[in-house]
T-cell receptor, first 114, second 111 residues
Framework: NAGVTQTPKFQVLKTGQSMTLQCAQD?????MSWYRQDPGMGLRLIHY???????DQGEVPNGYNVSRSTTEDFPLRLLSAAPSQTSVYFC?????????????FGSGTQLSVL | DAKTTQPNSMESNEEEPVHLPCNHS???????IHWYRQLPSQGPEYVIH?????VNNRMASLAIAEDRKSSTLILHRATLRDAAVYYC????????????WGAGTKLIIKP
């Protein structure tokens, strides 16, 4: 079972470059989200989506854009990378309709901005 | 959003039970208590969750205080593979999914 798939696993950018982190899930989950995790810290929510065509901001949205054109995919775009965006990024999904609602996470993307 | 307080780290011996505490004194009536763990270099994984009653599953047990202001995750027989950071999180069924993750408890298992 694939679950939540994130690509790439590692990425190095120069300040000012743009890139897109990919996230795909094959569980038909309505809810998808992006988190960042800095060393020794918990996760912080960047953006989330409760269904195709619907996105909203989380705790730390500045510098990131998202879109949700399909149920399966939820890409995260960095328009102009900054060193402060060096972090590990996790994508997660869940199905809010289930009473045992739990988040499924991808394996993460380690991003370094020089 | 209600927040949780956990110890920074705990140590336990292999094959012994582990009790991981979590305080959530500002919990509201609709907040579910969720536990996740994060193994080194991996994404978090779900462990268990509950609302009012104690819960058991194949991974762990969750003991919830009667006033719901604290809870304890119980690993009945810790193994080296249980070494991870454990996060206690409150999740409001009606919330906009803005979960607040603390730094969690780093569990160290000694062989």
């Amino acid at each position: 079972n694939a679950g939540v798939t994130q690509t790439p696993k590692f990425q190095v950018l120069k300040t000012g470059q743009s890139m897109t982190l990919q996230c795909a899930q094959d569980m038909n989950h309505e809810y998808m989200s992006w988190y960042r995790q800095d060393p020794g810290m918990g996760l912080r929510l960047i953006h989330y989506s409760v269904g195709a065509g619907i996105t909203d901001q989380g705790e730390v949205p500045n510098g990131y854009n998202v879109s949700r054109s399909t149920t399966e995919d939820f890409p995260l775009r960095l328009l102009s990378a900054a060193p402060s965006q060096t972090s590990v990024y996790f994508c997660a999904s869940s199905s809010p309709r289930l009473t045992n609602e739990k988040l499924f996470f991808g394996s993460g993307t380690q991003l370094s901005v020089l | 959003d209600a927040k949780t307080t956990q110890p920074n780290s705990m140590e336990s011996n292999e094959e012994e039970p582990v009790h991981l505490p979590c305080n959530h004194s500002t919990i509201s009536g609709t907040d579910y208590i969720h536990w996740y763990r994060q193994l080194p270099s991996q994404g978090p994984e779900y462990v268990i969750h509950g609302l009012t009653s104690n819960v058991n599953n194949r991974m762990a047990s969750l003991a919830i205080a009667e006033d719901r202001k604290s809870s304890t995750l119980i690993l009945h027989r810790a193994t080296l593979r249980d070494a991870a950071v454990y996060y206690c999180i409150l999740r409001d069924w009606d919330s906009n999914y803005q979960l607040i993750w603390g730094a969690g408890t780093k569990l160290i298992i000694k062989p």
